[in-house]
């Protein structure tokens, strides 16, 4: 033996399921079945997540109200991804934002399409895209894009 060492160069694929929780899958159920936007206001502090939470990040309480939220919304901050985005497929550039739905207590993180990425800016009103097939996941809303100004 040379005392070199040998090395094999692989990728490996781990597939795998991960359930979503009752809060969870009662927001990507409604988001699925009727485009409709949940979120769960905490009885103390009245803050609105989307997407639901089962506690309040804040005060820590049950946030077991369900009110539902406009899919329109504001952006608040946003990216532009310049590189292949493996995970989704999705061919570059891609812009993801923060926006801030009417009704929502903070942001969520979406793709902001429709609109050339040069042209997003924070303050910019977006409504929700939604997939023609939708399966129970975020992506069920394709992407956020400009309502006209």
């Known amino acids: 033996m040379s005392g070199k060492k040998a090395f094999l160069e692989g990728r490996i694929k781990v597939p795998y399921k991960w359930y979503a929780g009752e809060t969870g899958s009662r927001f990507l159920s409604a988001l699925r079945d009727g485009c409709e936007l949940w979120g769960t206001r905490c009885p103390g502090c009245g803050r609105v997540y989307v997407p639901a939470a089962k506690n309040c990040w804040e005060c820590f309480r049950p946030a077991d109200e369900w009110v539902q939220v406009s899919d329109t919304g504001t952006v608040e901050s946003f990216t532009i991804a310049r590189r292949p985005d493996e995970m989704f497929g999705l061919a570059p550039p891609v812009v ?54």
């Open 96 to 149: 993801y934002g923060l926006i801030r739905l009417g009704g929502a207590g903070g942001s969520l993180l979406h793709i902001i399409g429709g609109v050339n990425p040069d042209d997003v800016r924070v303050g910019m009103q977006v409504k929700a895209v939604y997939a023609e097939k939708r399966s129970g996941r975020i992506l069920d809303i394709k992407y956020f894009a400009p309502l006209g100004e």
